[in-house]
Structures are given as C-alpha cells and as structure tokens.
C-alpha cells in the first residue's frame, strides 16, 4: 500500500517522466505501457481507488457490484482481448436483459421472440421480416436516433421501447441525438437475444478492479496516488509529457463554459437470500431478484430506466443479491459526468476545446471524458494502447526492463 500514500513533501515539485490524470481504463492502460518502455509513470486520480467508472468492489451483502453503473465488456478486437488477458483471465458471459413496458418483461433488444410476445403465438423469421418491411418508415441514412429506429422496426415498437427510455436518460427527443446513440442497440429476426453482438463478450473472472490491480502490480514503474485532483497534481509534479484522461472542458477551466453531459443516481437494494425466496416465480430462478441481469423500463411514469442484478453477469457464488436502479439526472458541477451527449450542438461545443487540445505542448486527451466520446471499454484500451505507440515511437523507449 506504499505507493498509494502520497509524499509529505510541501512546496517543492517532484518530477516524473509521463503525468498520468485519471486511474481508469485510459491511465493505467497508458501508463502500463510507458512504464513497461522503462519510463516513469504517477498516474494521479482525485477518487481514492482505481479502475474510474470500471471500478467493482464487495457491497456490505458480500454482493459483487458496479458502483458507477454496468460495464458489460465486449470487443472484436484480438488484439485487445490478448492485451488484457495478461492481466485477467475471463468468464464467458451472454450479456441477456429485457425491457419492463405495458406491465410485462418482453425479450430485448427486438428479436423474434419479442415479435411472438407481440403477436401472442408462434411466428418465424420470415414472416417477422415481412411485418418489418410494412412498418418500417423507408429513410435511406438515418440521421438521427429517431429515424434509426423507425426505420428498422416502425413506429409502434419504437414508441414502445425506445422514445421514453432515451428521453428518461438524455432529457432530449431522440430526434436531437445522433442515431449512432439508439443504433448501438441491435434489431434482429432471428431468435439471438443477446444484447450485444461482439465476437467476445466476457467478463475480467475476478472483476475489473482485480484487473487493475494485477496490471498495477505486474508494472514496477508506476507510482500511484490516489485522493490527487488535476490542479493539485499539476502543481505537484514536473512531467516530460502529461496525459489527461477527465473532462476536457475541465481541463482548460471551463473557458468556453461547460460541455453538456449526463449524470446518473444510483439506488442500491441489498437482499438477503430469505428476501429473494418470494421473487422466484418473477427472477426464474433461485437467488436472484429479476429474469435478467439488466431490465429496462422506457415507460415514462418509471422514474428510473434501469434495474441491473449484476450477479446474473459475474457468475459471483452467493446466496444474496443486490439490484440497483438508476435513475438520470442534468449533470451539475461536483456530480460526475457519465455520459458526453452525442449530438450536433454538443460536438461542436466540444470542437472549440479540441481545437485548444490540438495545440497544447506536451499533453494528450484519451478516454471518453477527454475525447467527449460515447465510447466502450475496448475502445478506450485501443485509443490508449495507439497514443502509447505513439509516445513511445516519439520519444523512444528508456532503458526498458528485461519483462517489457
Ligand atoms: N435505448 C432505449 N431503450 C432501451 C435501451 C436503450 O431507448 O431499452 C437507447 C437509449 O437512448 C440508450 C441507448 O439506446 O441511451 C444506448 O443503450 P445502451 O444500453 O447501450 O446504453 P448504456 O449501457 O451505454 O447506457
């Protein structure tokens, strides 16, 4: 725990090679790989623990939980999978939810079973597809999270499963998102309900905090200091080059105003294995609270938009359960900022801090909050993994270790 204390040292800056803002996938991906090309790493981060959103840990049931909300890993990337893996071993998961409208669970994301719940009896792929052909609004390139659906499946479905939900979470007609935020959400005919649809889908075996530790522990050069803010940091250490994975509009002091963003509150319901006996005939199995790991509610009467049992994703052996309801909120300052908006008037808010960024001497922005991207876990490891490529390739590797 040593290199988690912070120096007693006032007044004086320390230096280091690389200053690493943020211990999330993006600073500790990064720093791995500095650190491994012989340079000195301290990644800083204003929480007191590692892995940013990703963190897990034990809730006081014993219950492995997602704190800042479900992170479902899923690449089709090798080369991403093959990187992590040596500090993971993995537990296959297919990532399975339903959504909760018109007082019932139906199978989602929209498959031919949610098209046998609509119709109350047997149907097939193609008479499925040819119900699809008839509803489906023609638009050629869909161009915005509106027209991405009523495009694929119509109207009905689309008001059914997708307009309350996307309003709850990004207080905005789905018309004013880009489509690529309702697109990321498969339409299939076939009877596939898994929610994603990436070649590996699977979770770190012993969670994503494990992860980070273990990368942590695998990579002597890398200092640690957590409880740090940016501005504290900043003034602390001389760097050769920084790295800053939070808000970019944070970053350049909010001097274009703050970038829109999305927050979350999460309610967490612990229950004891005596409290989940009841709910068997509703979870379908004994242990747990609900049918699948992730339940949607896009009615808007619902005031939150999610139930998420993460048990049925971990694999984690326990007689408890914990659920946790999410429920979106306007991001404020001092609450975190979850999600960038993907939409026109957002990005080009965000273009005048990237101009800013693309000039700033010896500093580089990875991670969603840097980039302002709507991005998944692989993509940020990858983003992360190229800019290392590229400081290394820069400045060269500096007496590597013999493990590098
Ligand atoms: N979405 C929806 N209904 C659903 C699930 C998703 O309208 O039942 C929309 C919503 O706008 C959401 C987006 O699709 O923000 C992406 O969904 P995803 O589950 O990927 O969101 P995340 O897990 O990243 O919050």
Same mark, same amino acid.
């Given at each position: 725990m040593d290199r988690f204390r912070i120096p007693h040292i006032l007044n004086s800056q320390l230096t280091t090679d690389f200053l690493i803002i943020g211990a999330g996938f993006s600073g500790l991906v990064v720093a791995e790989r500095l650190a491994a090309a012989g340079w000195k790493c301290v990644v800083a981060d204003?929480?007191?623990?590692?892995?940013?959103?990703a963190h897990d840990c034990a809730d006081a049931a014993g219950v492995l939980i997602h704190p800042y909300g479900p992170h479902y890993f899923r690449t089709d990337s090798p080369q991403i999978v093959d990187y992590l893996s040596r500090f993971t071993t993995w537990h296959d998961v297919a990532y399975t939810i339903k959504s909760h409208t018109r007082g019932r669970y139906w199978s989602f994301p929209i498959n031919l079973n949610t098209f046998e719940e609509y119709l109350g009896r047997a149907s097939t792929t193609a008479e499925f597809s040819a119900w699809l052909v008839k509803s489906r609004v023609p638009i050629?390139?869909? /161009?915005?999270s509106e027209e991405v659906i009523i495009s694929q499946v119509g109207r009905e479905l689309y008001e059914w499963f997708f307009e309350g939900y996307t309003h709850k979470q990004? /207080?905005?007609?789905?018309?004013?998102?880009?489509?690529s935020v309702c697109g990321r959400v498969p339409i299939r005919?076939?009877?596939?309900?898994?929610?994603l649809s990436e070649t590996f889908q699977a979770m770190p075996s012993h969670g994503y905090t494990a992860l980070f530790e273990n990368l942590l522990a695998a990579t002597p050069g890398i200092e640690l200091h957590l409880g740090v803010d940016w501005l504290e940091a900043k003034a602390r250490w001389d760097c050769k080059h920084l790295i800053f994975t939070g808000a970019i509009d944070e970053y350049f002091g909010y001097c274009f105003g703050p970038l829109p963003y999305r927050s979350l509150r999460f309610e967490h319901e612990s229950f004891t294995p005596e409290e989940l006996r009841p709910r068997e005939s509703v979870s379908e199995?004994?242990?747990?609270? /609900?049918?699948?790991?992730q339940v949607n509610y896009p009615?808007?009467?619902?005031?939150?938009?999610r139930i998420v049992e993460i048990k049925h994703a971990t694999g /984690?052996?326990?007689?408890a359960s914990t659920i946790v309801r999410e429920y979106p909120m306007d991001w404020l300052?001092?609450?975190?900022?979850?999600y960038p908006i993907p939409a026109p008037d957002a990005h080009a808010a965000y273009q005048k801090y990237a101009q800013l960024a693309a000039v700033e001497p010896r500093a580089s922005f990875i991670g969603r909050l840097a980039t302002y991207r709507y991005s998944n876990m692989d993509q940020v490891a990858a983003l992360a993994l190229a800019e290392a490529a590229r400081l290394i390739a820069r400045h060269g590797s500096n007496t590597p270790r013999p493990h590098s």
């Open positions: 204003r929480r007191s623990h590692i892995g940013g959103n050629d390139v869909p /161009q915005n990004w /207080q905005r007609h789905p018309r004013e998102l880009d489509a005919t076939n009877r596939d309900d898994r929610y199995k004994p242990g747990f609270w /609900q049918p699948a790991m009615d808007t009467d619902v005031p939150f938009t /984690q052996k326990i007689d300052p001092g609450r975190e900022p979850y």
